[in-house]
């Protein structure tokens, strides 16, 4: 199956206060080497948002989240001076249970939700954990980044963000 370029999942997966975060360590090559990310990854051919997140959560943890269970949270919108351009659909799930498998994508960790902000981010993703955790709103965020992957522009809603 082929991959729908630009098109991609991202869930975070939830245990009482922690989340299960991707320490991304294993790919070369990889735009988010050494960063923190929930697990997700690119559409296939004929895939909805919930069927990517589905396989994708099952490939890199080998949990079995019903489709019924993922929370469509946000629509993310990330373009960048580099010329990238990415829609990634936002989940969050309840862990249903036991440890993740070994994932060959980095190492599987999980974190209390208040330390994740210590953790090497990408900058964008700041601003959506806060917005998970203020609301249960669905929203739609647009970040643009410059060449050297700093964050330029956020837009929540359609309404510019301040940035620090």
């Known amino acids: 199956m082929s991959k729908m370029e630009g098109l991609t999942t991202l869930c975070y997966i939830e245990r009482g206060d922690e989340y299960l975060m991707l320490h991304r360590v ?9 960063k ?3 697990v997700g990854g690119h559409f ?4 909805s948002p919930e069927e990517c997140m589905k396989r994708e959560i099952f490939e890199e943890t080998g949990y079995d989240i019903p489709l019924v269970e993922l929370k469509y949270r946000a629509i993310i919108t990330f373009i960048s001076d ?3 351009y990415e829609l990634m659909s936002l989940f969050t799930a309840a862990c249903p249970g036991g440890e993740p498998k070994k994932c060959e994508e980095g190492e599987l960790v999980w974190i209390p939700k208040k330390a994740v902000y210590d953790l090497n981010l990408w900058e ?3 601003i959506f954990f806060r917005l998970l ?3 249960d ?3 739609s965020l647009k970040m643009a980044y410059d060449k050297n992957d700093r964050l330029k522009e956020a837009v929540l809603n359609g309404k510019a963000l301040k940035l620090d």
């Not at 294993?26 to 050494?34: F, L, M, V």
């Not at 296939?44 to 895939?47: A, F, G, K, L, P």
Request: charged share 55%; hydrophobic share 20%.
């Open 26 to 34: 294993s790919k070369k090559n990889d735009i988010s080497k050494d």
């Open 36 to 38: 923190w990310l929930g």
């Open 44 to 47: 296939e051919d004929n895939e």
């Open 82 to 84: 580099r010329g990238d």
């Open 124 to 126: 964008g993703d700041r």
């Open 133 to 135: 955790e203020e609301s």
């Open 137 to 139: 709103e669905f929203f």
